[in-house]
């Protein structure tokens, strides 16, 4: 296709923020922040089949064609999303020794895929392009931090010895928690046998949450989906075919993290100074699990069986530096 025919998109963002002071010098804002993104660059497969065909249902396996079964993308802004949140923050800048920034989103992202440029549709089938659009994969809705920053009054009022020792040092702190991403809920296609279209499993009870980590049980009731049995051709539609559970309707435990770290600054000279550094991140080393097992055909559906890769292990470190 040639350049100029390209459709390409383009982002609108907007947003509506009211923000009043309070007393002992704190700031409160809250807003909505809202954006739009159109037809942005994404791969269409056009080389699909139907339920049941396979390779050999592929519509450019034709003589008119060559027989052809590779892929054939097609590479244009066809792809949209869109994002809301209500957005809340708390600051004070550093008065009397303390700093305090703390901040609250609760938001939805609803896309076709969850990247762009490069990015495929899960279904090809131009009946269910519709069905495409959901929970982007990387929303998390509900997401709180909260950041301190305190200098420790100690001996302030005082040459001596013990005093001079804990005088001038510092306290940060970043405390957050927020909901884990979701995934979608997948099926064997074996049966489907539908070139460049997904599976998903068949929705068949309420999903409920069991909250178990580990082998011994499951964090959502596994029951609550069944790998589809429709045949396809002969007893179902095409949209059932593809199973009844939507994209991305799943999601993991709740994150709860908290980095701590310590410094204090050394003057040696008029013109040295060194500054001591001691910081800890996920200091309680609490355990950040991943999503459970989302493969209904799996002897661990729906267990949570490890921790998310993106999660921070306990990692403590000591650092000093020198400035002239």
Known sequence: MPYEEIHRGYIQSWNVIYERKFPADFVISF????TQTVRALGDLELNWSKPGTG?????YNTAAYDNRTAGTEFWDGQ???NYHSLQIAINRRFVNGLFIKGAYTYSKAINRADDDGWAGLSWNDPALLSRNRANAGYNRPHIFQWATLYALPFGQDSDSAAAVL???WH???IFSINTQSNG????SGGNLN????????????ELVNLGNIGKEGTYYDPSAFAQPTQIPGVDCTDFDCYGTSGRNIVRGPTWANLDLSVFRVFNITEWLSSEFRAEAFNVTNTPHFGNPNLDVTSSNFMKILGTDYNAPARTVRFGIKFKW
């Open 31 to 34: 807003g909505y922040v809202g």
């Open 55 to 59: 390779n050999s249902g592929k519509l």
């Open 79 to 81: 792809l949209g999303a």
């Open 166 to 168: 804990v005088r001038n």
């Open 171 to 173: 306290v940060n702190g």
């Open 184 to 187: 979608t809920v997948g099926a």
């Open 194 to 205: 539908a070139s460049n279209n997904s599976q998903t499993a068949d929705q068949v009870g």
